[in-house]
């Protein structure tokens, strides 16, 4: 099951379609028993857009593949199935920077956006989420480390590290996790307002990712940004 709040109309973001295709190479037998399932990158390329830093796809991508860091890498039948595994891998994560900057606010995890079958399936999901939330901090070096040292903010990232501890197990989450999950884009929306000044930095050195809520916020009712033609909350905003 994927997202339904972004847009089939646009080139530019990824599509549903696209994203099963995406989760389908993912999971297959082509991939390295350590790769990422969507809602591992989910979390993961939302950790390095409202991070501190800048990582370029070299950096990000081996991690894709292999959470390890061992550096496992697919078995691609064609040049051109590769070709196509990036490209969408990369409007993943282009569509999450105009999300991200667009409409913060609104952003919500991918587990969180979905009609799931079954408590134990909302479970594994949002641990998976938070899992490669984290390997997308730790993925960044010592980058984070003024965030840690910062008690306030370091209560934001704290819940979504305790959920990351019980990826690998299978006991359910109980309430109290539960109510954590709920408020974990409140969480990031903390995060990234931490990290704002760096990345502004970061842009001043002309490294280049679009800068995450630097461009104007769209209103509820307002058309889309994604060029649907649907008010925005029908759209990216649901």
């Not at 994927?2 to 999971?27: A, G, R, V, W, Y």
């Not at 990232?157 to 974990?184: G, Q, T």
């Not at 509820?220 to 029908?234: D, F, L």
Request: charged share 25%; aromatic share 8%; proline share 7%.
């Amino acid at each position: 099951m994927t997202q339904k709040h972004l847009s089939d109309n646009n080139p530019i973001i990824i599509s549903d379609s696209e994203l099963d295709e995406l989760q389908e190479f993912l999971l297959s037998d082509a991939s390295p028993e350590g790769a990422m399932m969507l809602d591992t990158l989910d979390g993961f390329l939302t950790a390095l857009i409202i991070g501190p830093v800048i990582v370029p796809p070299s950096a990000w991508l081996p991690l894709v593949w292999d959470m390890s860091g061992e550096g496992k890498e697919p078995k691609f039948e064609t040049l051109e199935q590769d070709q196509r595994i990036e490209e969408l891998l990369m409007k993943m994560m282009n569509s999450f920077v105009m999300k991200l900057s667009t409409s913060p606010d609104y952003y919500e995890p991918r587990p969180g956006t979905m009609a799931l079958g079954s408590d134990e399936t909302r479970d594994f999901l949002i641990k998976q989420w938070a899992k490669g939330f984290m390997i997308g901090v730790n993925g960044s070096g010592t980058a984070w480390d003024p965030l840690l040292l910062d008690k306030q903010f370091l209560m934001l990232l704290a819940p979504i590290y305790l959920l990351s501890l019980r990826a690998d197990d299978s006991v359910p989450l109980d309430l109290e996790m539960y109510r954590v999950w709920e408020r974990v884009p409140e969480y990031l929306r903390g995060i990234n307002e931490f990290w704002l000044p760096s990345r502004r930095g970061e842009m001043v050195k002309g490294k280049g990712m679009a800068l995450v809520t630097e461009a104007k916020r769209i209103g509820r009712n307002e058309p889309c940004s994604c060029g649907s033609g649907k008010k925005y909350k029908k759209c990216c905003g649901r």
